[in-house]
Nanobody, 114 residues
């Protein structure tokens, strides 16, 4: 099993920045992709960004140029630097890890006020 612990959410004004962090623990040796998904009220969970152990990244079109994902593959940590935040970025952000199975964190709330 893999456990994921997120931190860094909060309330920020539009145009501001936040940094999310996620640390994996447990059976982490098979993890090859980590990333972030989000779920806004009344909507489904959607991809934000992912990064592989080799450093390849993938972003949702809605966050390209504003968000940057990075990772420490040795420590099994992933970070999401969010900039130029918009009210529509308001959501619960979930850390994601993929090994032989898919694992989710408990989620951290990000609220962007207009």
């Amino acid at each position: 099993q893999v456990q994921l612990m997120e931190s860094g959410g909060g309330l920020v004004q539009a145009g501001g920045s936040l940094r999310l962090s996620c640390a994996a623990s447990g059976r982490v040796f098979n993890i090859y992709t980590m990333g972030w998904y989000r779920q806004a009220p009344g909507k489904g969970r959607e991809l934000v960004a992912t990064i592989t152990s080799g450093g390849d990244t993938n972003y949702a079109d809605s966050v390209k140029g504003r968000f940057t994902i990075s990772g420490d593959s040795a420590k099994k940590m992933v970070f999401l630097q969010m900039g130029s935040l918009k009210p529509e970025d308001t959501a619960v952000y979930y850390c994601y890890a993929r090994s032989l199975s898919i694992y989710w964190g408990q989620g951290t709330q990000v609220t962007v006020s207009s």
